[in-house]
């Protein structure tokens, strides 16, 4: 099994590459390492999650960018969706050509994906099971082409013929998951699992189907490297840190992961749905470093073994500091 490159209890920073242009996403990034964070996740989407103000940078060209401006971070995505518009061998050489490059410094996350990055490139819509399925493909054929010579593939969806990658490579391969049947696709073919949901669902729910499905191929649970996104935003003054986290109303609507729903303009609109409240109950809205500790302290208990926080903050240099000066200093006291 690849070296999972995440540090179990300790928390990592993730980039939005939907919120800002790649150059000031770059200098947070910096910023994020200098302050202690362990490793950096960005978001892999075509479309971004809502249209006013809205930008939107290609992942792996932004990584690679990244990787030249830092040293030893790992870098990764979460998450690349391994359906339609990215064939799994093109994702395998992108990656493997990343760790030739910068070394053992790359992870891949793949995840079964959203309408808004798939349908503008003219594909239809496809369901939650052919979804799954392709994911579970792309992990099976990414290994394998990352591990074997001239590799041979006949899936239900995804084929190979005497396909070679002329560069190995040992990148660690985590999955997303929200739901059981996904959480054992992680647990029989992944390195890694990364869920969006709550820490207490993960542990009621996912945890218990990851388990099925590592024991499918001899493994544990504790062979998974278990991590959660906590989404947070940070201002002293609460309206203040409110009112960024509206950007990502849309995507708290389920029918974004189901339905073939596509259009920026679309989503900001069906967002105006969600009230305050609801982002405020979905969402980490912080006005100190005690905000922020809690969340993360509970899923460390609930068994979750890394955790990433992805912040829409007003005044993110703000919000690195913060974590400089105490987020990150009580949990390397913790450990």
Aim: glycine residues 6%; contains cysteine; hydrophobic residues 40%.
């Amino acid at each position: 099994m690849p070296d999972s490159l995440i540090k179990r209890n300790t928390v990592s920073y993730s980039c939005n590459l939907d919120i800002a242009d790649p150059s000031t996403l770059l200098d947070w990034a910096v910023l994020a390492q200098k302050a202690g964070f362990t490793a950096i996740w960005a978001s892999d989407h075509f479309h971004p999650w809502f249209h006013t103000g809205a930008k939107e940078t290609q992942a792996w060209v932004w990584l690679a960018t990244l990787l030249e401006r830092t040293k030893n971070i790992p870098v990764g995505t979460g998450v690349t969706a391994s359906i339609l518009r990215y064939h799994p061998a093109i994702i395998a050489q992108a990656f493997a050509s990343l760790e030739a490059m910068h070394g053992k410094r790359v992870f891949l996350t793949l995840g079964a994906g959203e309408a808004l990055n798939e349908l503008p490139l003219g594909y239809n819509w496809i369901g939650t099971r052919e979804r799954r399925e392709r994911v579970a493909e792309s992990a099976e054929m990414i290994r394998r082409l990352i591990t074997e010579e001239f590799v041979n593939f006949n899936g239900k969806h995804f084929t190979l013929r005497d396909a070679n990658l002329y560069m190995k490579a040992t990148f660690p391969i985590y999955i997303g998951a929200s739901g059981p049947k996904m959480s054992e696709v992680v647990g029989e073919l992944g390195d890694g699992f990364l869920t969006i949901k709550g820490a207490d669902y993960a542990k009621a729910e996912l945890f218990p189907a990851i388990e099925r499905g590592a024991k499918k191929v001899g493994k544990k649970l504790d062979d998974i490297t278990k991590v959660i996104e906590i989404d947070v935003s940070y201002h002293s003054d609460y309206h203040t840190a409110l009112v960024p986290l509206r950007t990502q109303a849309g995507p708290l609507l389920p029918e974004m992961f189901t339905d073939p729903i596509y259009d920026p303009r679309e989503i900001e609109r069906m967002g105006t749905k969600v009230t305050d409240e609801q982002l405020a109950k979905s969402f980490v809205v912080a006005q100190s470093a005690e905000d922020i500790i809690k969340p993360v302290e509970s899923a460390f208990d609930l068994g979750f073994d890394h955790v990433y926080l992805a912040s829409l903050s007003p005044d993110e240099p703000a919000f690195i500091d913060l974590c400089r000066q105490k987020v990150l200093p009580y949990f390397a006291n913790r450990n």
